[in-house]
């Protein structure tokens, strides 16, 4: 028990960051076994499920910064991330140009999107701001299932290129393109984690915990709300562009609200409020999937479902927030 | 002008399912604070049974709008007592991601079990055709799907506001401290409360059966109009539920016979302008937000 824990109403987050001597050397082991990890994956795994993997923990991460340290339960993702996808595979089919490239724009384009659904969505919190989200993403959807002469309607934009400066490996092979895209995934989990860091990102979690009292201390909570959502959106859209790519293929259902609905999942199962929690549930969630998809299985939704009650019934700190929690109480001990 | 009328009681007829469920919706929102995801599969599940009666039982389209609503009745009960109740407690957003999840759950199984090609589901005899109102002819299950939705949102009201046991259901609503402190159970209405508002749900399935393809997806995008619909109505808001549902479903019938491409997106813009405008909804209180 450290000082901290006697304040009543410090946050959980700043109870975590007051205690744990050492944990430098702690945190630097865990950033190294990480590393290692996410350059060995796509060794132990089919190198496309391996970029699936890298992609969807990016969207985990990037929906934490606004769930986590915002408070703010975003159901409505999937436009950020889909969206992205779309611009993406748009930019590399008619420009050409290098996958990294069009990704930036796909991202740069769901920061746009997000900047005046996130001004709407703000003035609303709690389970309103999951619904309006929602309902706004949906509407997207809707707009790219119209759009059909741009975005192929129900057959999907089809045959987007993975172009990088003529390196034919990088270009069709997916094991090397796993390389070429992991230092995005890479910098888009950095990003996140300054964002948190930052003074901003306490800033957040002070209007989290207590807006009336953020606001009281003149702070203007919407606009660091809006700048979350929209960062947020970023990183979800950096993640969707690369999706898009090394499928090369975009789908409607990377706008549709079933995939809003999976990063949520896929944040909750690692653990909300944890950041690299994400990375985990990714990994359980896509594995799994990935496992039953090609076992034939029908009704995916029927197990995906279950562990999302199961989570939120049983183990609502998630898969990360648990073992951090084991340790903790542990060493408190 | 004959067209106008069409398009009229063509939106009345589908916002009687929008405003039937919001209802449900609502009242479930209003007791237990909580925003059902799984409305949308309840109301495919009420579609699910009727056909399945028919299908098995061979009980026909009066017996499903009388047994449905009593099983899903029961299945709501059912839900409250063995999951929903564990996290009234904890932050709404809790059970907003349970009935997610049990939302996934309840699509996939009737997928597994009915295929996703649509079940077959004959509307009765006396429905079919067209009422002819002097020189007009309307086409008889609309009327009727509208008449009968209203009449039941009448009654919910009149149940809600006339009688003891919708002011007690209101007071544990507006000020559950207070209600309690005057010897009322609070609880021992959540379940039932939550019942009803599946029931509402699965009604709404049944009148959609005989007009809608019936599939294990049909609730998908049905939950996702719900939220607009209650947004702009003002969530908790019974009369707001009722107003937004049928205004929802006038705008997504004129939206599809003038401009087909932006109907469903119509709805969505309009949601935008009611929250940017009004947040708190059309009949919502502001404190409320």
Redesign the interface.
Known sequence: MSHIDALPDASALEKRAAFVPGRSLQRWTLLAAGLVAALALPWFIYPPVAMDIAAWALFAVALDILLGYGGLLSFGHAAYWGGSAYVTGLVAVHLGAPFPVAVLAGALFSMLLALPIGYLSVRRTGIYFAMVTLAFAQMVYFIANQWSDLTGGENGLQAVPKTFFGIEQIETDAFYFYYAALPMVLLGMWAAWRIVHSPFGRVLVAIRDNAPRARALGYDVDRYKVMAFVLSAGLAGLAGGLFAISHGFVSLEEVNWTTSGKVVLITVLGGIGTLWGGVLGAVIIIVMEDRLASSGFEGIGIITGSVFVAVVLLFRRGVWGTLRHVIVSRRQR | MNAVLQYTIQGLAAGSFYALAALGLAVIFGVLGV?NFAHGACYMLGAVTAAVLLDVLGLGFWWGLLVVPVLLFLFGVLLERS?VR??LA?????N???T??????????V??RYGVSGLPYERPEILTGQLKVGELGLPTYHVFVFLFSISICLLVWLLMTKTRIGMIVRASTEKADLARALGINVNRWVTPVFGFGIALAGLAGVLAAPFRAITADMG??FV?IL??V??IGG?GSIVGAVVAGFLVGLLEAFGQAYAP??A??LI??L??VI??VR?AGLFGREDA?
């Open positions: 925003v999951l564990w996290l904890l932050d709404p957003l809790y907003f991601l349970l997610f999840g049990l939302s996934l759950i309840l699509v996939d199984l997928k597994r998908s995008s996702i939220f607009a209650v947004v969530l491409a932006y469903q997106i969505f813009v949601m935008a929250v940017l947040p937000a």
